[in-house]
Structure formats: structure tokens, C-alpha cells
């Protein structure tokens, strides 16, 4: 027999000042944050350059309540809508989890079509910029939900060398999904996207990388919701398929609908900086 895995029981906050508890799943949102909004200003300075640094600093505001607000509406809407408004007070209790990334996607992409059109900034050209870190929260959002012991997997052979043991859900070997994802959503797609994002011809094609960011994120979540245990208030859904199988459909055909769009369309117009902003750095000099 080989021996199992037993699921540590983590402390899901992190440090206690006080009253005031700062939880790992928040912690990974602050961090996945900071880390994304310094990688996004390199990446916009990079030709053909799209944005200033104070602009991309500006976005931050934006794209933390894109995601925060996104995120709860999402999962509300999209999981336990009947709960939710039966207790509305619960909607603000954020330290019990619930987030949707499919939510945050809409919230992130409503703020960033307000925030391109005010500021002037080329939508498609901002949102590939932003679509190169995003894989950076999807990775630590993962290891945050690992370390709460919750989105556990589906039963796996007790041979398997990493199965894994839940004791708060039951004595069956699982699959440690949350890890499968963090490598799939988080590692995976973050070196694919910096590799691509590092091609100037890439870059010049202004949706190209959002649009390989959808449908990359839609595969590896749907062939990583085989080793997921649905919602116990959802349970499958039509053809046996999960309701994050059914929601990365559409993130699919947008995606392959912005590789078209890209590919066909023409060269993406470098910003025209306001004097005295230093221009775009040497893409071949400039490590991302």
C-alpha cells in the first residue's frame, strides 16, 4: 500500500494584529496585485507602447474594484443566486470565499473599457498588456483556495503518489485540484503568454494576446474541472459537464474571435506620448 496524503489543516489566516485578520485569500489577491500592476508597466512601455507608467498606475484603482466587485457578483449570480438573496447580508461576508473568476473577467474588462475610453488609451492594445499578468492572481488564488482546503478534487486511485485525503470532507483519496490549477491557469499560462509577449510582432496585434489568454484559460480550466469536484449545490450539469466547463465556452469563442480579429486587422499605433515622457524601451534590450 502506498501511504496517502493527508490534507495539513492550514490556519486560513495568516497573522492576527488585533482585531483585524489578514487571511491568506487575501493576501493573495494583494500580492497578485502588486506583482501584476509592476509587470503591466514594463509591458505597456514596451513598443509599440500603449500606455504611460502613471497610466497604468491609475488602472490599479479600476481593476482592484473590477475584480473585487466582479468577482462577488459573479459567483452570486452564477452559483448560489437563490442563497444569496435570501440572505443579503451575507454578499458582503468576502472572508467566508466565494469569488468567481468568470465574474472578475467581466468586472475587469467593464472597467477597462470606462477607463480606455476616458482615458484615450487603445483598448485591445491596454487589455493584451493586461492580459499578460493576469495568469499571476489565477496561480495564487489557487494556492489560497489549497491552503483553505476548499475547491478539493474528485476521488482519485489511492496509488496515485499525490492523492490526497480531506479529512473535513471524507477519508477518499482526492485529487489536490486547486494545485493542478495553479500550475495549469497560473505557471502554464503565465510562460506562455510571457513568451509570446516578448515577440514585437506579437504585440503589434492589437487582441492577439487577450485573445490567446481566452482560450488558453478556457481549455486549461475545462480539462482542469475533470479532476474538480463539482459545487455539492450545483453537482453536474447537462452531458455531465460543471458550470466552470460551461462558462469557459464562451470565454473560447471570444478568444478565438480576437485571434481572427487580430491577425486580419492592422499594426497597433504606438502611443503619442505627451512631451517629456520617455519613449518605448528597445524590446530587444528589454528583458520583461
Known amino acids: 500500500m502506498i501511504p496517502v496524503l493527508v490534507f495539513p489543516e492550514f490556519d486560513p489566516v495568516l497573522v492576527h494584529l488585533g482585531p483585524l485578520a489578514i487571511r491568506w485569500y487575501a493576501l493573495a489577491y494583494i500580492v497578485a496585485l502588486v506583482l501584476g500592476w509592476q509587470l503591466m508597466r514594463r509591458m505597456a512601455l514596451r513598443s509599440p507602447q500603449v500606455a504611460t507608467t502613471l497610466q497604468v498606475d491609475d488602472f490599479l484603482t479600476w481593476a482592484t474594484l473590477g475584480v473585487v466587485l466582479g468577482g462577488r457578483l459573479g459567483y452570486i449570480l452564477f452559483y ?6 435570501a440572505h443579503p ?26 477607463y480606455t475610453r476616458r482615458r484615450g488609451i487603445d483598448l485591445l492594445g491596454f487589455a493584451d498588456r ?12 489557487r494556492i489560497a483556495n489549497f491552503i483553505n ?6 476521488p482519485a486511485p489511492a496509488s496515485l503518489p499525490w492523492a490526497m485525503i480531506f479529512p473535513r470532507v471524507d477519508d477518499v483519496p482526492r485529487h489536490p485540484s486547486e494545485l493542478y490549477e495553479a500550475l495549469l491557469e497560473g505557471v502554464l499560462l503565465l510562460s506562455v503568454m510571457l513568451v509570446l509577449a516578448s515577440r514585437r510582432s506579437v504585440r503589434e496585434r492589437a487582441g492577439l494576446l487577450t485573445g490567446v489568454f481566452l482560450l488558453g484559460y478556457a481549455i486549461l480550466r475545462a480539462f482542469a474541472e475533470h479532476f474538480r469536484q463539482p459545487d455539492a449545490f450545483l453537482n453536474y450539469l447537462a452531458f455531465g459537464t460543471t458550470m466552470g466547463q460551461l462558462l469557459c465556452i464562451p470565454m473560447a469563442i471570444a478568444g478565438i474571435g480576437l485571434i481572427v480579429y487580430a491577425r ?25
Do not use: C, K, N, T
Not at 454578499?91 to 468586472?107: A, P
Not at 497597433?268 to 524601451?281: F, V
Open 130 to 141: 493586461l492580459a499578460v499578468v493576469v495568469p499571476i492572481g489565477l496561480g495564487l488564488g
Open 149 to 154: 482546503g476548499e475547491l478539493w478534487g474528485r
Open 264 to 288: 486580419r486587422g492592422p499594426p497597433l499605433r504606438p502611443l503619442a506620448l505627451p512631451a517629456g515622457e520617455p519613449p518605448a524601451s528597445d524590446p530587444a534590450r528589454d528583458p520583461i
Open 80 to 85: 448560489q443566486p437563490s442563497l444569496y438573496f
Open 89 to 114: 447580508a451575507s454578499i458582503f461576508e468576502l472572508w467566508h470565499g466565494g469569488m468567481s473568476f468568470h465574474g472578475g473577467m467581466l468586472g475587469v474588462v467593464m472597467a477597462l473599457v470606462l
